[in-house]
């Protein structure tokens, strides 16, 4: 088995990137930060980029150190060292502190396993057309949600205390040990998959807002790399008539990681 990667992260046009990738030894991340609503301190000293920073190296570290590991006793892991890493000036009780959704694949000899928890995303590419897509979106199918109109389509911070990292809620990584078992995990066998994409939702709006299917994404990553696919982002985004429709920033960071899987 031989596993060869692509990559490509970029932030927002005149922002800080809160996206974090990183590759190992048959194992790829993507980590998407969860920031701060504005007034809102989260009861945290740290940038939102530390903590993505911080997650994406204990879970770096976890992946290769302990490979025989499930994956959800790695994110646990990983969250616990960056409660840690925090010290004493922070309230990680605060239920907006800040945090990070992210996708997790594992390719074994026998098999290839992932995690997602948040907006990331993770797609298989099984052959002929056919691809396994696993999103979470509880963030977008919450009871009651209300929605802010201010310069950013958002949800209340409020509101947001009384769902996030909460049994039938949402979870993110960085605050709650619990979110590892919260998470979406699956298996396939490892000769069922080809190529495999872990993004930010800042890629997969592609396919959420503008219409791409999954099969067009990989298809442009294929010709062009993964670079392409953020300049298709930037230009759908210019482009969007009404970007206020939407939940979330009229432009996000984008991240994008293939996998490709060759040999028996
Ligand atoms: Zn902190």
Redesign the pocket.
């Known amino acids: 088995m031989h596993i060869t990667y692509t990559a490509a992260t970029t932030a927002a046009p005149n922002s800080t990137n809160e996206d974090h990738l990183a590759v190992g030894d048959g194992w790829a991340l993507v980590l998407d930060g969860a920031g701060r609503y504005p007034g809102e301190t989260g ?4 940038p939102v980029t ?2 993505v920073t911080r997650l994406g190296i204990h879970l770096s570290s976890c992946l290769s150190q302990q490979p025989e590991q499930p994956l959800t006793t790695i994110v646990r892991s990983a969250v616990e060292a960056t409660m840690a ?3 004493s ?2 309230d ?1 009780s605060d239920p907006l ?2 945090g990070a959704t992210g996708a997790i694949v594992r390719v074994r000899e026998d098999r290839i396993d992932w995690l997602v928890v948040g907006d990331c995303a993770v797609v298989i590419d099984q052959g002929q057309d056919i691809y396994t897509t696993v999103i979470d979106d509880r963030v977008d199918h919450l009871p009651n949600a209300p929605i802010v109109e201010g310069q950013v389509r958002t949800y209340s911070p409020d509101y947001v205390a009384t769902v996030r990292n909460k049994p039938g809620g949402f979870w993110v990584l960085g605050s709650s040990p619990a979110a590892a078992e919260h998470a979406l995990v699956g298996t396939l066998p490892q000769h069922a998959a080809t190529r495999v994409l872990l993004c930010s939702d800042g890629i997969s709006r592609l396919t959420e807002r503008y219409g791409w299917s999954w099969q067009t994404v990989m298809a442009l990553h294929e010709s062009d790399g993964p670079e392409s696919l953020i300049r298709a982002v930037r230009e759908c985004e210019h482009s969007d008539p009404n970007p206020q429709r939407w939940r979330g920033k009229r432009h996000d960071d984008a991240t994008v990681v293939v996998m490709r899987v060759t040999g028996a």
């Open positions: 009861g945290c000293i740290h530390w903590v890493d925090h010290g000036t922070c990680l502190s800040p």
